[in-house]
């Protein structure tokens, strides 16, 4: 039995709420309204609380799963992606009808999915939670059981992924044919001990990679991308396109940390290539869309090549700041999707996603379309928001490690990203107003829920020296761990 | 020295009253009294910092008149450091000067979304502000980059037919520039950072780095020098500002070419040129050809231009040029001459930008072909546009004289080819108002308008421009004061680096 349940507590909250939701769905027959979403939240905020005020005694339960602060961290911003997500959904799933103990359940399942990826220190935990973060997708992006589109997304995403996670699968056991460990530790640390076997384990390590590639919508392995979050319903899309990219990236960020340096060496070209092909790619194809689902998709593409080229600064001090921008990221592309939803709502079709029903929209809803702009402005990387923050300090990282050349790629797609964040701008506030289908008015939670993004959005802005202390001490703790 | 945060006040006061004016925006009326007030105190509060008689000191950040450091982002080494000398404080006083004409000239002209209008009215007024007090790198930056934003809308929402084209253009150009020093500027740290052990951007500390190396200091000189040249603007990346100028509603012209312009200057007087020395002294050859070329060129395209306010608008882009080409000769009586003459540019454009703004009022067009015979219909309004023209025209007595005469004496010391250039230039620029004048103000009217003169919120505004371009024409001594310790310091600075 393991004797460190303190620090275990919010992964308990967590699939304790959510088998209690399903049990309430299965055995409560009139549900009062309200009591599921209720569940949901408050799972998740207590679950967010656990992690933030328990310390646990041992820096990993059984060497399975991480309890340090690193996994802290990350717990906690799960716990708010799920939270955000939460708010936004309640009046989109009610109007719809698929506010049912399957939403909420699994929501709360794909955290703790996400919960156990980033806190993973065994292959077998890794893949444990990685699945479970799939399972729980694949059904909520198909949620909307009558709508074609979103069942054909919920299908495609469970084909490519199902491909990805074999390919991941083989990379582990090849890692373990050749270290015999399933720690990640252990069986990366293989590469200093059987030197002949190093192709094998780079081999392995690039089957893993394009597992964690598809789900991070690393290019070439992207291409899922705008299909899937443009068929799945906004809010899912938030935590799609928020939680398990970031969960998924605290895996790799940890991967990385543990590699050793041989095997990190012959990493970086590869590397050095997808993050300026996902970059170069994920912004300039992001210039041609007109709806504004795909739009952010192929941004959330690019904004994770910034996140890759860092990952290559990653030894060399660049931690803190993909820390902080996996967290700035998080929650600005978290509002951006569920702000669309929250535009969507009174629609029982698809959600309102041509960016001609958006003009006018800043002067209609001047709250929730002040949110969004803050948001895109933030996605840009225009102060004084988080987003400025948050690239700053990666750009500062990669030049900080020489990597000159993909820095000024990096700029180079910013600069071509400013014209398609904008063009979403131009049509809130510049473009004359078109009698679109009307905006229903907004519920509480929503207005909450971009009240906090709002607030972080800017404080991370401005006053960020809290959070960069807190990454940086993270990081150091991380780097000594491993 | 003063234990008061005077300078953070005189940032956020504007900032913080731009949401107050939001905020009541049901009520048209409400908003612009707000306005006018928001910008009167915050005019009062600069005016206070002048008539205070700040005598400098010296700080472990450089000398300063007033300096409020705070930390700010430790983990970056980033502090909140704003300082004021005396050429921020003169472009402080412009900038509020300045902004309350931007809020008197929207009185009537700006009818819709009122609320919103004043709103980033103010909000760049108190970028602008912090933009010219930052003495951070970074703090710099979030202003620089902020006060695009507003303008941005400013031209995009209440603009002219082709506005989003135009503020497209304008964010696109001015970000682009900007993000290149953003490279640069993280650059200069990290590097900084490797040779000293301290990560800093405060600007004073930054300036005593080691040799770079030839190559990446022109790289990083570079990357400033296209940020702000696109701001300034300089040729070739000028192409923008006659677009937005010609869309801007009429205060957005006026902080565009009074006050945006003069951040690109200022910055690279303040920064580029003293973090760079080496580079610049190679890069000066260029700016002078460019600074003549752009003298030149603009003036002959505004020759062509059948807009009064394109034609306004190129004389800018062709003043502007003068301005750094006195920057890039670098001697105390250039420098002065051109710091000055920031301060009339801003003054005298300003004024004209304004006056177009009345006849498009009156007129509802800015072309010449429908204006000519306003002298008789509008005899006080046409004094007033005689007089800014001719001060546009450097007329002895009035204040663009006193800068250009500053210029050309300290330029002809030293490259009396430039200098000799340089005037020919001046003189050409004659020729395009003095057509604009008779074509507007004189002959016989082309088209049947209803004018009126001036109501007495028009008069008192250009009055009070008109008074502030006489006396910095007749007694500019004072102004010139100011600038005298801050220019000496920089030059000082430079020449302990010994450089020729």
Redesign the interface.
Known sequence: MPTDWPGLIPVVILAGGGSLIFCAGAFWRRLPGGVLFALALISAAAAGVAALWITPANPSSEGMLDLSGYARFFTCLFAAITGLTILFLRQYARVRGFAGDELYGLLLFGALGMVLVAGALNWVIFFLGLELLSLALYVLIAVRKGEAASNEAGLKYFIMSAVASAFLTFGIALLYAVSGSMQVAGSLAAALTYPDYLPVILLSLALILVGIGFKTSLVPFHLWTPDVYQGAPAPITAFLSTGSKVALFAALLRFAMLAPEPVWAFCLPGLWVLAALTMVVGNLTALYQTRIKRLLAYSSIAQMGYLFMTLLAVKQGGLPALLFYLAVYAVMDLGAFGLIGSFSAGQTQSDRDDLADYQGLGYSQPWRAGVLAVCLISLAGLPPTAGFMGKFALFRAVLHSDYVVLAVIGILTAIVSLYYYFKVVVAMYLSPATAGATVPAADLAVHLAGAIILVLILWLGLAPSALFGLVDRLAAALALSS | MLQFPILTIIIFWPILGSFVVLAAYRSPRLVRWLSLGISLVEMALVAALFFLDLQPYATPQGTWLLLEDY??????GARYSLGLDGISLLLVLLVAFINIFSVLISWKAIDF?VGSFFFWILFLEGTLVGLFLAADL?LF??FW??Q??PM??LV??WGHEN??HA??KF??YT??GS??M??AL??L??MHGHQTGIYTFSVYQLMQHGPLGTTTEILLFGAFLLAFAIKIPLIPVHTWLPDTHTEAPTAGSVDLAGLLLKTGVYALFRFAMPLFPYATQLFIPVLLVLGVGGLFYAAWIALAQTDIKRLVAYSSISHMALIVIGIAIWNVTTLSGSLLQMINHGLSTSALFIMVGMLDERTHSRDFAVMGGIWSKMPVFSTFFLLFALSSMGLPGLNNFVGEVLILVGAFKVKPVIAILSFVGIVFGVIYILRMVQDCLFGQPRAEHVFWDLDFRETVMLAALALAVLSIGLHPGPVLHLLDQPIQAMLQQIAQLGLP
Not at chain 2, 71 to 76: D, E, G, H, T, V
Request: proline share 3%; aromatic share 20%; glycine share 2%.
């Open positions: 930390a700010w982002i430790p983990w970056l979304k970074l930056y979030l980059e902020i695009i934003i941005f809308f995009g929402i506005r989003i503020a497209v964010l696109l970000l682009s993000l290149f953003l490279i993280i650059a740290y990290v």
